[in-house]
Structure formats: structure tokens, C-alpha cells
């Protein structure tokens, strides 16, 4: 098992103004760090849920995920911005420096935060909930980790973004 390191997350914050939704991580996964964007990993069905949802092409480009997201007024980031890590696991984060989500709340109307899995909640709900006195919607993670969701299933639950 690789050892656990203090990392900085690497990945600019994707809104624009016309934002009305924000989706949160909890921190990108080595793969991701790679690619320099979010849900980088080929098995991650973020992108495939979000294109069936909003019923467009899947993106694969940088650009056209970015084009994508702000198209369908979607705000994406994650809830940590420092933190020591084990590789891409989740359980073995430690030490967690939140992100400053007010970058993203004081430029857009964001209507609904929703959280992508039981790790970005429980962080939200350690580091974040209390600075902006908001609540987040937990939906299931669409990790490949999260084997006991098919992609139907996390479609059925997320369609929730788009009401």
C-alpha cells in the first residue's frame, strides 16, 4: 500500500454565475489528479449519469465536461483542499483542510448542494455545514468502489439534480 502523503487539491472549482446547483467530492482520486480534472477515472460513472440525466452526449474532453457542467448550470468542486492521503482512498484521509466554498456562493445562486457519497457528506458535515449554515443532499457515490449501485440505479437517484 502506498503511504500516506499531504496533498493539495489540484483542480480549479468549475461555476460560472449562472450556476444553480453544486455538486461536491470529497477529493479527487489519484486519476484524477493525473487528468487534472474531476471524475478522471475511466470507471467513474459521473460523467455517465450526468449525460443521461440531462440527455446529452457524454462528455470527454476537459472542455467539453467544462461546457457540459456550465450548460446545465451545475457547480462542481470538491469538499476537501488539503488533507493527508493514502493513494485514492477514502478512508484513509486524515488531517483535512476544507474548501472555501464561499468562492463559489458569493458569485452564483446556488439553489441545492448535493454531495457525491457518504465520505463528501460526512466531511461537508465536519468542516463545512457549520461556516455556511447550509444542508446537502447525500447521493449515492458513483465510484466504481460503490459496486452495489448500478448505473440505472444512480441515474434513478440523481435525476433528482435536474428537478
Same mark, same amino acid.
Given at each position: 500500500?502506498?503511504?500516506?502523503?499531504?496533498?493539495?487539491?489540484?483542480?480549479?472549482? /468549475?461555476?460560472?454565475? &449562472?450556476?444553480?446547483?453544486?455538486?461536491?467530492?470529497?477529493?479527487? #482520486?489519484?486519476? +484524477?489528479? $493525473?487528468?487534472?480534472?474531476?471524475?478522471?477515472?475511466?470507471?467513474?460513472?459521473?460523467?455517465?449519469?450526468?449525460?443521461?440525466?440531462?440527455?446529452?452526449?457524454?462528455p470527454v474532453s476537459?472542455?467539453?465536461?467544462?461546457?457540459?457542467?456550465?450548460?446545465?448550470? /451545475?457547480?462542481?468542486? &470538491?469538499?476537501?483542499?488539503?488533507?493527508?492521503?493514502?493513494?485514492? #482512498?477514502?478512508? +484513509?484521509? $486524515?488531517?483535512?483542510?476544507?474548501?472555501?466554498?464561499?468562492l463559489i456562493l458569493?458569485?452564483?445562486?446556488?439553489?441545492?448542494?448535493?454531495?457525491?457519497?457518504?465520505?463528501?457528506?460526512?466531511?461537508?458535515?465536519?468542516?463545512?455545514?457549520?461556516?455556511?449554515?447550509?444542508?446537502?443532499?447525500?447521493?449515492?457515490?458513483?465510484?466504481?468502489?460503490?459496486?452495489?449501485?448500478?448505473?440505472?440505479?444512480?441515474?434513478?437517484?440523481?435525476?433528482?439534480?435536474?428537478?
Amino acid at each position: 500500500m502506498s503511504k500516506q502523503e499531504r496533498v493539495r487539491h489540484p483542480i480549479a472549482p /468549475v461555476y460560472d454565475k &449562472d450556476s444553480k446547483i453544486l455538486i461536491l467530492g470529497s477529493f479527487p #482520486s489519484v486519476k +484524477s489528479r $493525473e487528468t487534472m480534472f474531476f471524475y478522471g477515472h475511466p470507471q467513474n460513472r459521473f460523467w455517465k449519469v450526468l449525460s443521461a440525466i440531462f440527455e446529452e452526449q457524454l462528455p470527454v474532453s476537459i472542455e467539453e465536461k467544462k461546457a457540459f457542467l456550465l450548460r446545465n448550470h /451545475v457547480a462542481v468542486w &470538491d469538499v476537501i483542499g488539503k488533507c493527508d492521503i493514502k493513494g485514492s #482512498s477514502d478512508a +484513509s484521509i $486524515e488531517n483535512v483542510q476544507a474548501n472555501d466554498l464561499t468562492l463559489i456562493l458569493d458569485h452564483c445562486d446556488i439553489r441545492q448542494i448535493y454531495v457525491n457519497g457518504r465520505t463528501a457528506q460526512k466531511m461537508y458535515d465536519r468542516y463545512i455545514k457549520d461556516q455556511i449554515h447550509r444542508d446537502c443532499i447525500c447521493l449515492p457515490s458513483t465510484s466504481p468502489a460503490n459496486a452495489a449501485w448500478s448505473l440505472e440505479k444512480l441515474i434513478g437517484v440523481w435525476k433528482q439534480i435536474k428537478e
